[in-house]
């Protein structure tokens, strides 16, 4: 399961470059075409919001995959490697529990944003609010390898 989880990291890794690009080139290509040819393309701030929800999930869930994620450890590393270790399980399962809550919730605002389109383009805005539960069932797969590691007792990462 390890060597999928890494194969899924590197995609996850990439897109999330390519999202972060594209929202630079389309913030770019706003700014320019305002500033300098007085034109707006109306469909652009809703586009941005769409990559930029996209970039924050799927970076989040590359971020978690990582432990490169924001982390509170000056008592932690203080702790013995077992206590230490207890603590990771206790953490990822409790996150795990986030996780499915976040699916099932989010399923049911997609649902609900399906019906409503993006400001100035007809495009559900339920396409950008997938993003949650999309990737928080990615980051289920990646937590659940986490969790099996701990409790094998093995070293993550």
Request: charged content about 15%; proline content about 4%; some cysteine.
């Amino acid at each position: 399961m390890t060597k999928t989880i890494e194969v899924l990291h590197r995609i996850l890794t990439v897109l999330a470059g390519l999202l972060f690009g594209s929202l630079f080139l389309v913030t770019v290509l706003n700014i320019t075409l305002r500033n300098l040819g007085g034109i707006a393309w109306l469909w652009i701030p809703g586009m941005m919001k769409f990559l930029f929800i996209w970039t924050v999930f799927i970076g989040t869930a590359v971020l978690y995959h990582r432990d490169d994620h924001l982390i509170m450890d000056y008592f932690v590393a203080r702790l013995a490697p077992a206590k230490r270790r207890i603590l990771d399980i206790v953490s990822n399962a409790v996150f795990l529990l986030f996780l499915l809550v976040l699916i099932v919730y989010g399923y049911q605002i997609v649902r609900v944003r399906m019906g409503i389109p993006f400001e100035t383009w007809n495009f559900p805005t339920g396409y950008a609010y997938a993003a949650a539960p999309v990737t928080a069932l990615l980051m289920v797969i990646i937590c659940i390898n986490k969790l099996v590691t701990l409790v094998k007792g093995e070293p993550h990462e």
